[in-house]
């Protein structure tokens, strides 16, 4: 089972930019589509970005297109999420999960979080 740690969280004023990291323990993390959520203080965990396993293919919930980018080195094992232009609204704990799909079911593993906090 993959095991995945975040990193790259803090503190950061409106406007700023911060870039998140998601390690991967798997040596076939290749194999896996990576994707970042995000969860609020008492809201639900919502989804971010996703990026398949080569790193052609990417996309992102509608309030941060054109600030988010998405990106992955499988060299590395590493998940990546570029965040421009931030806003107060973007607080929130960031979470990292790799994809397994078979079939039609897909299976998310999580990382424990990283804390990403916007002061306006």
């Known amino acids: 089972q993959v095991q995945l740690v975040e990193s790259g969280g803090g503190l950061v004023q409106a406007g700023g930019s911060l870039r998140l990291s998601c390690a991967a323990s798997e040596r076939t993390f290749s194999t896996y589509a990576m994707a970042w959520f995000r969860q609020a203080p008492g809201k639900e965990r919502e989804f971010v970005a996703r990026?398949?396993?080569?790193?052609?293919?990417?996309y992102y919930r509608d309030s941060v297109k054109g600030r988010f980018t998405i990106s992955r080195d499988n060299a590395k094992n590493t998940v990546y999420l570029q965040m421009n232009s931030l806003k107060p609204e973007d607080t929130a704990v960031y979470y990292c999960?790799?994809?397994?799909?078979?079939?039609?079911?897909?299976?998310?593993?999580w990382g424990q979080g990283t804390q990403v906090t916007v002061s306006s």
């Open positions: 990026i398949n396993w080569s790193g052609d293919s990417a």
């Open positions: 999960a790799a994809v397994k799909t078979v079939g039609v079911s897909s299976y998310y593993y």
